[in-house]
């Protein structure tokens, strides 16, 4: 089953916007991790936030996390059209496993 | 330098057809993970390897399912007498960090067919 769950399911904006993505876990963890996907491809590491964080950058990425919610949201500036792709955040607790959410859809048409 | 492979990309089955998938990891990386991903939908972990052994199998669907790393670094997953719903993305990942929750590099995947 997967912990994670993205919100939007699917967004669509213009080149030079931002985009921001959400993720609402169910579980205590350790790290949250963003991932993307581009079609067809694997899945590439973008950044991890531990527990005790509470936001980070980098570059035209910011990811925050809110460990009183369970969620944590994922901020792609000056969006470009390279950046199409799938969105996962993906949660590990105290099990081996990493838990990926449905992901989150981001067109940004040039 | 090279990253994660598997082989083959695509592969179509009959079903009741055994299939086997390669996962050739990123040299020296300690850890090894399957995930199986449907369409439109994220990785599901299936299993977990820290070298040779296989720590975690608890996300295996079925026993038709099976796994092995012998020498810590190449794996196969194979799948027994396939049915359509094994229809999936295989996806490997390796680790440097033994228990793989720090950045895990994906191979592209191989897409399971079963008609």
């Known amino acids: 089953s997967q912990q994670g769950e993205e919100d939007p399911q699917a967004l669509s904006i213009q080149e030079g916007e931002n985009a921001t993505m959400n993720c609402s876990y169910k579980?205590?963890?350790?790290?949250l991790q963003w991932y993307r996907q581009n079609s067809g491809r694997g899945l590439v590491h973008l950044i991890l936030?531990?527990?005790?964080?509470r936001e980070k950058h980098s570059g035209r990425l910011r990811v925050t996390l809110d460990t009183s919610k369970k969620s944590s949201s994922l901020l792609i500036t000056a969006s470009r059209a390279a950046d199409t792709a799938s969105y996962f955040c993906?949660?590990?607790?105290?099990?081996?496993?990493?838990?990926f959410g449905a992901g989150t859809r981001l067109t940004v048409k040039p | 330098g090279a990253g994660v492979s598997q082989s083959p990309r695509y592969k179509v089955a009959k079903r009741g057809q055994d299939v086997a998938l390669r996962c050739d990891p990123i040299s020296g990386h300690v850890s090894l993970f399957w995930y199986q991903q449907a369409l439109g939908q994220g990785p599901e972990f299936l299993t977990y390897?820290?070298?040779?052994?296989?720590?975690?199998k608890s996300g295996l669907p079925s026993d038709r399912f099976f796994a092995e790393r012998p020498e810590g670094s190449v794996s196969t997953l194979k799948i027994q007498r396939t049915q359509q719903e094994d229809s999936a993305v295989y996806l490997c990942?390796?680790?440097?960090?033994?228990?793989?929750?720090?950045?895990?590099?994906f191979g592209p995947g191989t897409r399971l067919l079963v008609l």
């Open positions: 579980t205590s963890i350790n790290n």
């Open positions: 993906a949660t590990d607790g105290n099990n081996n496993d990493m838990r």
């Open positions: 390897f820290q070298n040779e052994a296989q720590l975690d």
């Open positions: 990942a390796s680790s440097l960090d033994p228990r793989g929750v720090l950045a895990q590099y």
């Open positions: 936030i531990r527990s005790n964080e």
